[in-house]
């Protein structure tokens, strides 16, 4: 038997899928939340932890995201599966750097989200079919984009943070203690190893990156 529970902030949602599941007899919906600070609040009180939970994004005092991350600070071993209508490739990039098990749209059937269900429960990711193909290049563009990364020094970080600051060849000159030809030459590799052209591009990269933060 499946442990389940599920948390959405619309109770007819939630009834509809408890019917769904419970009708296939395998499973048993033994919790119900409508937001995740209430999720969370119900998972400390139960010793026996639900084999899987099916989420919802967006909801009200707590989201899933903010769910998912106070989730993974407590290391209990319940699967998630994402259930929303966010079709978002970022979005679903950022669910899954947070260890998601599965991710399947609101608008699927109820074969599809049965299938997505036992899927999960059996140790196997599962992501809406759709999204795959948008998903494989996104993550692709971004292996790319660390593997370029990688490939600056240290100190061709500090100047493309510097020039993502603002400054001027020579002003970066001299908060780092090198000539302005050095600095230029920096740049040229920087441009290079990077595959871009200008200071914008590179200071693009940067904040992309986390070299400079964005308030």
């Known amino acids: 038997m499946i442990k389940i529970m599920l948390v959405d902030d619309h109770k007819m949602v939630r009834e509809g899928i408890r019917k769904l599941l419970e009708f296939e007899g395998d499973c048993k919906v033994v919790l119900e939340a409508g937001n995740g600070k209430e999720a969370l609040n119900l998972l400390c009180e139960k010793e026996d932890k639900p084999d899987l939970i099916i989420l919802d994004i967006n909801m009200p005092e707590m989201n899933g995201i903010e769910f998912l991350k106070c989730l993974k600070k407590k290391r209990w071993k319940s699967k998630v599966l994402i259930l929303t209508s966010n ?53 692709m563009a971004r292996d790319m984009e660390a593997d370029k990364f990688n490939k600056l020094s240290d100190r061709e970080k500090d100047v493309i943070r510097y020039v993502a600051l603002g400054l001027l060849n020579k002003e970066i000159g001299e908060k780092m203690g090198i000539s302005e030809r050095t600095v230029k030459n920096h740049l040229s590799n920087i441009f290079k190893k990077i595959d871009c052209s200008d200071r914008t591009q590179a200071a693009i990269f940067a904040i992309r990156n986390g070299l400079v933060k964005i308030h």
């Open 87 to 139: 079709n978002d490739i970022d979005f679903l990039v950022s669910c899954i750097d947070l260890d998601i098990d599965g991710y399947l749209l609101k608008s699927s059937d109820s074969v599809e989200l049965l299938r997505a269900v036992h899927y999960v429960c059996a140790g196997k990711r599962f992501i809406q079919p759709s999204l795959i193909p948008l998903l494989n290049a996104k993550l």
